[in-house]
């Protein structure tokens, strides 16, 4: 036990403790604010938020609009101009200091019939702020009971036929902590697991791996290379977590949409406990393969196929999001690659009941136990072929035999 805390603690430290493991570190969420940043910058400026005019023929408009931005950064509100004729909002629409303007007829009571005028077509924006500005106008004066209830519209609220409150109906809130952990997923794979493969078949060209044996056995050193992994996983997992929640409390001010997001931690610690196993699962499976490798490039080749099975519950998003607890997604629920998004999405659309969760995770952990089993075996037998790839399939026929 001795050495596999030293073999884990040397991986850990060699990896950890360099300049280049923290500036990927930060480099990761800081390019994915960037590029979010980025997205979410252009989408707001591509919104016109010119004023527009309304010539008002029927005397409908007596209110005065109400702009109440909540400050957001992209809290955007547009304002109505009125005129009594045409040829002003014309030609501050031809100048473009308006984006357009609307003629509201005399006889609107009859056809509620509106006609815009401008060089380009309506955005639903607009006619949304233009349904909700003559609406308003209209109920002027009116005796309507809970007036402002009803404009305000209803809270969805989305619950399961046993009783409890799973989220709010906006779905982009359900969607973003498995979306979050699927990402996270993602990376941890594609950045500490392939270290782990790389750091093994490298070992294997160099010959230091030779020296190592000396003072280990086969089965100390994959296992301290394993936890030693799966350290530097937690490791980045904490970090960015940790970066996530700082700069949600920081921006949640100023980016209004947070203050809407409600999160569930038992939710998002049952979503982390199986990304940790996937994890564990798929590190202990790169093991194997790199410890049936002789060559680095042959280590490049099988990363670029590992993000298939990884990325599966991306393709089929929609699908899991329609039937949560149909046969597709079960499935993929007890397969290890796409576990972590997978269960995320179900447990946000709908209820799972208690036991299938610990049937999931009950398998999960047998196949993580499993594969670093087989990844001591591997190790064993493939760790001083330098000339010759071990055979997977001739390893598992071997161990059968055995068994």
């Keep these: 036990m001795n050495n596999i805390l030293k073999v884990a603690k040397n991986e850990y430290t060699q990896h950890v403790f360099t300049k280049k493991f923290w500036v990927a570190l930060m480099a990761v969420p800081l390019i994915f604010i960037f590029f979010g940043a980025i997205s979410a910058f252009v989408g707001a400026k591509s919104v016109d938020t010119r004023p527009i005019g309304i010539v008002d023929q029927a005397g409908i408009i007596t209110q005065t609009q109400k702009l109440d931005g909540k400050g957001g950064l992209f809290d955007m509100t547009i304002e109505f101009q009125g005129f009594k004729d045409e040829k002003a909002p014309k030609m501050g629409t031809e100048a ?11 006889d609107y009571a009859e056809n509620h019939t509106l006609t815009w005028y401008g060089n380009k077509q309506m955005t639903p924006e607009v006619q949304k702020a233009l349904s909700g500005f003559i609406g308003q106008n209209l109920m002027a004066g009116l005796t309507i009971p809970n007036k402002e209830r009803i404009e305000a519209g209803s809270v969805i609220r989305i619950e399961s036929l046993d009783g409890s409150v799973q989220s709010s109906g906006d779905s982009w809130q359900r969607i973003l902590i498995p979306a979050i952990t699927g990402l996270l997923y993602f990376i941890l794979v594609m950045g500490s697991g392939n270290y782990l493969l790389q750091s093994l078949v490298g070992e294997k060209e160099n010959r230091t791996i030779e020296i190592m044996l000396t003072s280990v056995t086969p089965n100390e050193m994959m296992a301290g290379k394993i936890i030693g ?8 997992l904490v970090s960015w977590v940790g970066l996530i929640l700082i700069g949600a409390l920081a921006f949640r001010s100023k980016l209004t949409f947070l203050s ?13 406990v199986f990304l940790m196993v996937s994890f564990i699962f798929t590190a202990s499976l790169l093991a194997i393969l790199g410890a049936t490798m002789t060559e ?8 670029g196929l590992m993000v298939f099975p990884v990325m599966i519950p991306f393709y089929f998003f929609v699908v899991i999001m329609n039937a949560p607890n149909g046969l597709f997604a079960r499935v993929l629920s007890y397969i290890p690659f ?3 998004l997978t269960m995320g999405l179900r447990m946000a659309f709908t209820k799972v009941a208690t036991w299938e969760i610990l049937l999931v995770l009950a398998v999960q952990v047998v196949f993580a136990g499993l594969m670093l ?3 001591g075996k591997a190790f064993k037998v493939g760790m001083l072929q330098f000339e010759k790839k ?14």
Excluded: F
């Design 260 to 272: 809407a997001i409600e999160i569930s931690w038992a939710t998002m610690g049952i979503n982390l």
């Design 96 to 106: 473009g200091s308006l984006q357009g303007y609307v003629v509201i007829p005399e």
């Design 390 to 403: 071990v055979s997977l399939i001739s390893l598992l026929k071997k161990e059968a035999r055995n068994a």
């Design 373 to 375: 089993w087989l990844a």
């Design 296 to 303: 680095t490039q042959e280590a490049q080749s099988v990363m």
């Design 229 to 236: 992994n799966i350290g530097v996983a937690i490791t980045q």
């Design 338 to 340: 796409s576990n972590p």
